[in-house]
């Protein structure tokens, strides 16, 4: 009886942090397609999500998509060795705006890559951020010589910030988070 206490005790505290935290939606798991668009159905039917304007609600949901995706394809394979891409996704609604938080493995071989991406993206102006996404766009084969892929190009345009960290778990795999703020005012 005690254990069931304390097990009722932490998920009250959790549900308690969500509160103060305004996190809106929250998913931890193994991510497939049909998975990202369940999510994606639900964050839409979200009363908060309703709430704002056409143009920021635009924007998380791109924003959201992207990161998704991102865990899906490039995620490292969960310890079963099966396809499926363990991750999570957390949204929180703000005063002014969302910030969307993600997590998920990655293999220490792909970190040096993709740190220098986000650290190009991180530094670009809005102007040059869209050029260099018609210029990947244009490209007939997307490669790691654009100099950042598209989805962080797309994320990093539509986001007012944007960072990153990658926690070394073992000898060949990190754990990486991209934590993303997206205002209610800004026009994408």
């Keep these: 009886m005690v254990e069931a206490q304390d097990n009722a005790t932490l998920l009250f505290n959790w549900m308690q942090e ?3 935290e305004n996190i809106i939606l929250s998913f931890k798991g193994d991510f497939n397609q049909e998975l990202v668009n369940a999510i994606l159905l639900l964050a839409e039917r979200e009363p908060d999500a309703k709430m704002n304007d056409i143009v920021t609600r635009a924007r998380v949901f791109s924003i959201m998509v992207e990161c998704m ?4 394809k490039y995620g490292a394979v969960n310890s079963e060795g099966t396809e499926l891409k363990p991750g999570l ?3 929180c609604r703000h ?3 969302y910030s969307l938080k993600t997590g ?3 293999t ?3 970190v040096p890559a993709l740190k220098e991406k986000l650290e190009i993206v991180k530094t670009m102006s809005k102007g040059d951020l869209k050029s260099l996404h018609k210029k990947v766009l244009s490209e007939t084969h997307l490669s790691d010589k654009s100099g950042a892929g598209l989805g962080l190009i797309s994320i ?3 986001c007012d910030s944007i960072d990153y960290a990658f926690k070394k778990l073992d000898g ?3 754990f990486y988070t991209l934590d993303i703020y997206i205002s209610n005012n800004k026009t994408a």
């Design 18 to 20: 969500c509160e103060r």
């Design 69 to 72: 995706q991102n865990i899906r």
């Design 89 to 91: 996704v957390l949204v």
């Design 95 to 97: 005063e002014n705006g």
């Design 104 to 106: 998920n493995l990655i």
């Design 108 to 110: 220490d071989n792909e």
């Design 156 to 158: 990093t345009r539509k």
């Design 172 to 174: 060949n795999t990190s």
